[in-house]
């Protein structure tokens, strides 16, 4: 090998110090990177704490407003269904034939009154007369045989039926055909 291969294939001994001192770790070089690994390893356990809080929190709060609203429309439910005997009252008054015309005006009124308060609150009435009978919205109370009807046909509407968006308040009582 000539003088220039064997300088090209040398290390600087500069290099080789630094080097050495690299990979050479002190004592105290090697405490110091292990206390900064457990103060990392202890920094990601409290954000990890801290996003686990957090996830909670807003799922708390989440479950709070459903259950909040959940009570103001079980609540309002509860109250329609109390008020539905008194509509009933009113369409079997209306349905009487009466001479006092001022009297039958007057149950008219009431009644309209009534259906636009219903109307405001949300609650509408199930169709069912000539519908096709649907157990989720209908209950049968009797069964008759028709040929001028079709089948599950609701013949008779005895209580009308309520709801309020996709809640059943009661359930219509009809009599079914076929």
């Given at each position: 090998m ?29 405490k ?10 202890a920094?990601?356990?409290?954000e ?9 929190y ?21 109250t329609?269904r109390?008020?539905?005997p008194?509509y009933?009252n ?20 009431t ?5 636009t308060v219903?109307?405001?609150l949300?609650?509408?009435?199930i ?6 009978f ?23 509407v005895f209580q009308?039926?309520?709801k309020?968006?996709?809640k059943?308040i ?9």
């Amino acid at each position: 090998m000539n003088k220039k291969e064997n300088d090209q294939n040398q290390v600087p001994e500069e290099a080789v110090e630094e080097t050495a001192e690299e990979v050479i770790e002190t004592p105290e070089a090697a405490k110091e990177s292990s206390e900064e690994e457990t103060l990392q390893q202890a920094l990601r356990e409290q954000e990890d704490k801290y996003l686990r809080l957090l996830a909670e929190y807003d799922n708390y709060r989440k479950r709070s407003q459903k259950e909040k609203e959940n009570a103001w429309t079980s609540a309002k439910a509860d109250t329609i269904r109390e008020l539905l005997p008194v509509y009933d009252n009113l369409e079997r008054a209306l349905k009487q034939e009466t001479a006092d015309e001022a009297y039958a005006k007057g149950v008219q009124m009431t009644m309209q009154q009534l259906k636009t308060v219903l109307e405001k609150l949300g609650i509408e009435e199930i169709p069912a007369q000539n519908e096709t009978f649907d157990p989720n919205v209908h209950n049968a109370v009797m069964h008759m045989e028709d040929e001028t009807l079709g089948e599950n046909i609701v013949a008779e509407v005895f209580q009308a039926g309520f709801k309020m968006g996709d809640k059943v308040i009661r359930h219509a009582m009809v009599k079914v055909a076929n």
